[in-house]
């Protein structure tokens, strides 16, 4: 069965901090990839996704994340982290043309200032 | 663009009793929708993918008849959570597939709070 797999739990950065959240999911056919964001008391939005191309994504507010597929890996990543990004974080995989999303439990990001 | 609204935002209800949540796409059609339950501080629990014109594809181990979805419309779709009990209440969130970005939106969510 299809899965996806965030390793990190809770991270609690200091601003100014780099920023890497892990991903991998279990897939050997064509996926696509996202990443969502959640901050509090809002809804999900997406950060970023990737379908086909270069592997290396850019999103909105400063994000950006790599698909390795011989690691099955779509890491997020940003260089300097804000307060403003306090947030739950969640990686999802859909399989080709299907729909569905298969989604990662979630990171929860605490920047202290 | 690519709104999707929810309604009501919270709602409380009495144990027995049904409470319908509306997820609409304002300014795109779906022809589907997903519907979710979320827990405090965990990820999101697809329930069922709902289809316009059809019938809904319900999750392993979710009760088709006690979450019933209708999606009459290529704008709307409802979640009836039917005979509720406290151990329904929680966050009730509804995407929307916008097949031009192949991508689902997100409502803000419902949270259901059964006494």
């Known amino acids: 069965a299809q899965s996806v797999s965030q390793h990190n739990h809770h991270v609690i950065l200091s601003e100014a901090a780099s920023l890497e959240l892990g991903c991998n999911y279990s897939?050997?056919?064509?996926?696509?990839l996202f990443w969502y964001v959640q901050y509090p008391g809002q809804h999900l939005q997406l950060l970023l996704k990737?379908?086909?191309?270069d592997p290396l994504v850019k999103g909105i507010k400063g994000f950006e994340a790599e698909f390795i597929k011989s690691k099955f890996s779509f890491n997020l990543r940003k260089p300097s982290v804000q307060w403003s990004d306090t947030a739950e974080y969640f990686c999802a995989v859909n399989a080709g043309n299907n729909r569905k999303l298969i989604w990662g439990l979630g990171t929860s990001l605490a920047v202290n200032p | 663009g690519a709104v999707v609204s929810q309604h009501p935002s919270w709602v409380i209800c009495k144990s027995g009793t049904s409470v319908k949540i509306e997820c609409r796409s304002l300014d795109f059609q779906a022809t589907t929708m997903f519907w979710y339950r979320q827990f405090p501080k965990q990820s999101l629990m697809l329930m069922a993918t709902s289809n316009e014109g059809s019938k809904a594809t319900y999750e392993q181990g979710v009760e088709k008849d006690k979450f019933l979805i209708n999606h009459a419309s290529l704008t709307l779709s409802t979640l009836t959570v039917t005979s509720a009990h406290p151990e329904d209440s929680s966050f009730y969130i509804c995407?929307?597939?916008?097949?031009?970005?192949?991508?689902?939106?997100f409502g803000p969510g419902t949270r259901l709070t059964v006494t």
């Open positions: 897939y050997g056919g064509t996926v696509n």
């Open positions: 995407s929307a597939w916008a097949s031009g970005n192949y991508e689902q939106y």
């Open positions: 990737y379908f086909s191309g």
